[in-house]
């Protein structure tokens, strides 16, 4: 079992990225649809450019490869427990 007093190591600089990250996403979308050139490289750079901006400080790191299997949205993953044959 994994250690309960460690925090989450996320950092808020990382929900910083991700929200540009979408916000590019968005607007490239937007240039898409209504067939806008301008607007959709506008937005495919911000989404380019956060994003290396995003790796280069680290937002990798905040990844938590320890998962636990209690994450199943209906209960554990044991299949008998949710009333199927294994």
Known sequence: MTDSSVPHRSKPL???????ISAGS????????????????????V????GIGALVTGIMEDVDENT??????????DAARRGKAA
């Open 14 to 20: 990382s929900w910083v990225w991700v929200i540009l």
């Open 68 to 77: 636990c299997g209690d994450l199943w949205p209906i209960g554990p993953r």
């Open 26 to 45: 968005i607007v490239a979308t937007v240039g898409i649809c209504v067939a806008s050139w301008p607007i959709s490289i506008v937005g495919a750079a």
């Open 47 to 50: 989404t380019v450019l956060t």
